[in-house]
């Protein structure tokens, strides 16, 4: 049985996608003849210290040289290929989207990023890439070769379909609070709507992006919608289920997605999606179950908003389609299945 060590950096309970993606394949590669560990990086990743790079050195090092390395993108792209060429072990990176991308960063501090991260993936013995997107994203801009990728899309579990609230009509954002996820320009966007009869609801961690919480309090209370957007903060799973049952519509604004699991999620109960094309997020939802606008326009986002909150006919439509996407989706088996695949291949 192959031994993995898959090192992730921080906290591994982090509400997000990405962590939640990392808890479930921890969880079921197991059962997929693959005996896995979890290595805690520590949490600066991707702007480690050189005291915290030194530590990630020591950890990453001292793993058995017989067992593979799974590492997280989100440190994976951060270290420095020097490092991981004293590895001498099989290594794979697991990459949601590429850490240069991130939203916020200074020009030179991504241009740095992806040079990193591309000297680092030319070293890796594989890559697993959470969606199709960014699979064309590492070979184009990172010059990695396709039979090197494996696309392994985040699971999604079976959920009751939505039954919505109606009046007033209730939308829906989840994420956390960062630039990326782009809340203050669905906020702008929706100061053309003042007249619709509409609530906005934003469940996600406020604790992440100082900045982008900040402007997020400015934008709403400049356009006077205080009394008509809640910042629920991050929520418990319970609680997200009961937002996503009354919601009647979900809202992804976000500049870039490496896949887009609230998009899935929202499918999965049968949500209508008006959403951005920033990233995977353009190929996750099909055409017929959302509205999709270019990332960063308001102006778009408001009329595609519109069209939905005023036609209860089109939002019925995009509904069932919703629905009936969301039964085709991967499962979490089927995404550990293939990083197991890939695992086993690699010992052949």
Request: a negative charge; aromatic letters at 4%.
């Amino acid at each position: 049985m192959p031994n993995v060590v898959f090192a992730i950096p921080g906290n591994i309970e982090t509400a997000s996608g990405g962590y939640g993606y990392d808890r479930r394949v921890l969880e079921l590669l197991p059962a997929y003849g693959i005996a896995v560990s979890h290595l805690e990086l520590p949490g600066s990743f991707p702007a480690p210290s050189s005291a915290d790079l030194a530590v990630a050195r020591s950890l990453l090092t001292a793993t058995p040289a017989s067992s593979v390395l799974l590492i997280d993108g989100l440190a994976y792209g951060a270290i420095p290929a020097t490092l991981i060429e004293e590895l001498s072990r099989d290594v794979i990176a697991l990459v949601h989207h590429p850490v240069g991308y991130e939203t916020g960063l200074a020009e030179a501090r991504a241009e740095e990023l992806i040079a990193m991260e591309r000297a680092a993936l030319a070293l890796a013995r594989h890559v697993v890439v959470t969606s199709s997107s960014t699979k064309r994203t590492l070979e184009r801009d990172f010059a990695v070769p396709s039979k090197k990728i494996t696309v392994a899309e985040p699971g999604t579990d079976p959920a009751p379909r939505a039954t919505g609230t109606g009046t007033p009509l209730q939308m829906l954002a989840v994420g956390a609070v960062s630039k990326r996820k782009a809340y203050d320009i669905l906020v702008r966007a929706l100061v053309p709507l003042a007249e619709l009869d509409w609530r906005l609801t934003i469940a996600g961690a406020t604790d992440r992006d100082a900045a982008a919480v900040d402007m997020l309090d400015a934008t709403i209370a400049t356009a006077r919608l205080g009394d008509r957007v809640t910042l629920a903060g991050k929520v418990v799973p319970a609680t997200l289920d009961r937002l996503y049952e009354s919601a009647d519509l979900l809202v992804m604004p976000s500049l870039y997605e490496g896949y887009g699991m609230v998009l899935a999620e929202a499918m999965a109960r049968g949500l209508p999606i008006v959403c951005t094309t920033g990233g995977a997020a353009a190929d996750t939802v099909p055409g017929n179950a959302a509205i999709k606008v270019p990332p960063g326009d308001p102006q778009a986002l408001s009329v595609a908003l519109r069209d939905v909150l005023e036609n209860k006919k089109l939002r019925i439509r995009m509904a069932d389609a919703s629905w009936d996407a969301g039964r085709a989706l991967p499962t979490w088996n089927e995404t550990a299945r293939r990083i197991a695949a890939t695992i086993l291949g690699m010992s052949v």
